[in-house]
């Protein structure tokens, strides 16, 4: 993943003209772009944006080769290249374009640190001398209070504003008007709502889906209790805890599964399977993430992963919290590993022809959510949707019975981590030299592997003070228009044409330009080819294919999708990635 400026050619188009021109024209993949906010606060990264035109000088974010396919973004001039067909002939031009377009070079990450300390310094002295006597911090207007004395709670930063949002209301009972009272978070947000009327449906940054804290016991459930909800379309989580195993943060899990981008309908209840003991100490973080159940029992019980109806999951995540011995380092992933082989070994009948003769089935299904849409599962536990966490890489080995990947082979060549199967801590490390080379990579990454984060969500959590509910005022509720990722099928719907035989080129440029979605890779059966019974329904991801890549109608498609305010068109799972 790469940064860099723009060329002024770019100037004026929109974010979907800009990326289809990169990817047709100069091969690379345009994920996001910085945005500057018209008031002058901190730039932010802007995922798929629709519909608003880009400045001169902006910065695009890449999936490339090497930097050097980069710089073809910043060199490209539409006087000179227009007509170039080989992409690698698109170098720095001998006309001065450019330079009398910009009279500027690209900002490198260091130049741009090193500038930013002069330009604030700049801005104080300029805004000295404009606002005459008026006192400025960083920058900006400090606000003044009634009584003419600086406004301290305030401190010019836009950031102590959100901190005031974790406090108390100080305001008095006699400000309470017309049945609508001035609350001391917010207040410039809150004059115009009923709070008696209005029900809290996000949290105060307007990112998250928020419910009221409930207490856990009133999420258990028992064996019974959760065959009785046939669970479907849900996600499983089987967790591995000691009572006094240190806390992993679950709430990181579940809150990209809770992001506001997706409609309340389409949240995936989340079904944890482990001791209730150990979860009592998580709870607090999870107490306010709606669509949560708790079954008390163990991952490796098959009786209670039946209950859950783990065949029909739409994923199963199986995670470990306890502390590996430093005895023998192969056993530190045993019970995750057996959990995996213990679901892969189990056969499931069609129960979805017996849901209709529960008697209480109805009432519970009815309180699950969008899971009343039905769907058979796999017979074979081989074929239910899986991913395990793992301490260390060389177990990997392990997790596939019919893998034949030599022991020796690095992680990031083994078959399951290729299919999305295995996961280990390891994987992050390339994420340090990424994010020292280039900071604003890793706040891309978390933005689309957390469904979005603000400076607001992070002072409110750093501070511990968990996820609070917000009314929904036009500026929470815009946070909501945010791209999100999801997977759509080619073998129906509006892009299965696209299956027969096309390129991918083809379906980059038309779901660009009729949906707005951006295409960043395909989902691929490992053995497309076959159509034996041996072929197995294993999938690998294929980031960014070459333009002429030949597409099938077994592949599904990872796009960025735009919000959509109403149902999509589209037939697709959701999922962060």
């Known amino acids: 993943m790469y940064t860099e400026t723009l060329s002024p050619s770019f ?10 021109l990169c990817f047709v024209k100069l091969k690379l993949l345009l994920l996001a772009i910085e945005v500057k906010p018209i008031d002058g606060g901190d730039t932010k990264i802007s995922i798929n944006p629709q519909s608003s035109k880009m400045p001169a000088n902006t910065v695009g974010f890449f999936i490339a080769q090497s930097a050097e396919e980069v710089k073809r973004a910043w060199f490209y001039c539409k006087a000179c290249h227009e007509d170039v067909k080989d992409e690698n002939l698109i170098k720095k031009c001998k006309c001065k374009h450019l330079a009398n377009k910009t009279g500027a070079t690209p900002a490198t990450p260091f130049s741009a640190a090193l500038s930013k300390p002069l330009l604030n310094i700049k801005n104080s002295v300029m805004a000295k001398e404009e606002n005459g006597s008026k006192p400025v911090m960083n920058g900006r207007l400090v606000p003044i209070g009634p009584n003419g004395l600086v406004d301290e709670t305030y401190g010019g930063y836009h950031i102590s ?70 669970l479907n379309g849900h996600v499983v989580v089987c967790l591995f805890a000691d009572p006094d195993s240190p806390l992993i943060g679950l709430r990181n899990l579940v809150m990209p599964l809770r992001a506001s ?19 009592r100490r998580e709870w607090k973080t999870l107490q306010n993430l709606p669509k949560i159940s708790v079954l008390n029992g163990s991952p490796l019980s098959r009786a209670d992963l039946r209950a859950v109806n783990v065949n029909l999951c739409d994923m199963c995540v199986i995670l470990s919290a306890k502390v590996p011995s430093n005895d023998d380092p192969t056993l530190a992933d045993k019970e995750a590993i057996l959990a995996s082989l213990n679901i892969k070994a189990m056969t499931f009948g069609d129960i979805i022809t017996n849901i209709e003769s529960m008697g209480d089935s109805k009432d519970a299904l009815n309180n699950m959510g969008d899971t009343t849409v039905k769907r058979p599962g796999p017979i074979y536990g081989t074929n239910v949707p899986m991913i395990t966490e793992l301490v260390n890489d060389s177990n990997v080995q392990f997790l596939d019975q019919d893998d034949d990947d030599d022991p020796d082979t690095e992680l990031y060549l083994t078959q399951p981590f290729a299919c999305g199967t295995a996961f280990a801590v390891s994987v992050l490390d390339s994420l340090m030299s990424t994010t020292y080379f280039n900071q604003n990579a890793l706040t891309l990454i978390r933005s689309l592997i957390t469904g979005g984060a603000t400076p607001e969500l992070e002072i409110i959590l750093a501070e511990g003070a968990g996820l609070r509910g917000g009314y929904s005022t036009p500026d929470t509720l815009s946070h909501r228009d945010r791209c999100r990722v999801g997977q759509i ?8 044409t696209f299956g027969e035989g096309r390129k991918y080129q083809d379906l980059f440029v038309a779901s660009l330009r009729n949906y707005g979605m951006l295409c960043i890779g395909l989902y691929r059966l490992r053995d497309a080819a076959l159509t034996t019974v041996d072929a197995t329904s294993k999938r690998y991801v294929i980031t960014n294919p070459p333009f002429d890549f030949g597409l099938l109608p077994t592949d599904q498609v990872y796009v960025l999708l735009p919000f959509e305010r109403k149902q999509s068109r589209f037939s697709f799972s959701e999922t962060e990635v």
């Open 11 to 20: 100037s004026g188009m929109t974010f979907s003209q800009a990326s289809e």
């Open 161 to 230: 504003y959100e901190v005031k949002k974790l406090m108390p209301t100080n305001k008095p009972a006699d400000q309470q008007k017309n049945g609508k009272m001035e609350v001391g978070i917010a207040d410039d947000q809150a004059k115009d709502f009923d709070f008696a009327k209005t029900e809290m449906k996000y949290d105060s940054t307007g990112m998250f889906h928020w419910t009221p804290a409930r207490s856990i016991e009133d999420c258990i459930l028992d064996r019974n209790q959760a065959a009785m909800t046939v």
């Open 261 to 279: 981008n997706f409609h309340y309908h389409e949240l995936k209840h989340v079904v944890i399977v482990g001791a209730v003991d150990y979860l």
């Open 489 to 496: 099928s080619l073998s129906d719907g509006p892009l299965a």
